[in-house]
């Protein structure tokens, strides 16, 4: 049975950081490429960033370019991305995505 499961959501201040991790089980999360999206109150989902399977090249929406870092530990299934200079607009709830799998999310608020 896949899952996905999403932590290290929190509440941030406006600059601060948090790193989000994401478990993977009953699939090998290392041949698939994954993806954190994301969803803020009101608003549609709004993919964030991914990596790719077998190159292990990343992307990042331009929200999140040079400010989020989206990697893979192989060897214990698991997918973090770590959030830096965060802002009130990056506050919603984050997903860990592979394919058609998505995990519960995990909130996410930036406020001062």
């Known amino acids: 049975q896949v899952q996905l499961v999403e932590s290290g959501g929190g509440v941030a201040q406006p600059g601060g950081s948090l790193r989000l991790s994401c478990a993977a089980s009953?699939?090998?999360?290392?041949?698939?490429?994954m993806s954190w999206v994301r969803q803020a109150p009101g608003k549609g989902p709004e993919w964030v960033s991914d990596i790719n399977d077998s190159s292990g090249n990343t992307r990042y929406a331009d929200s999140a370019k040079g400010r989020f870092t989206i990697s893979r530990d192989n060897a214990k299934n698991k997918l973090s991305l770590q959030m830096n200079s965060l802002k009130p607009e990056d506050t919603a709830v984050y997903y860990c995505?592979?394919?058609?799998?998505r995990g519960q999310g995990t909130q996410v608020t930036v406020s001062s």
């Open positions: 995505q592979s394919g058609i799998f």
């Open positions: 009953g699939f090998t999360s290392s041949s698939y490429s």
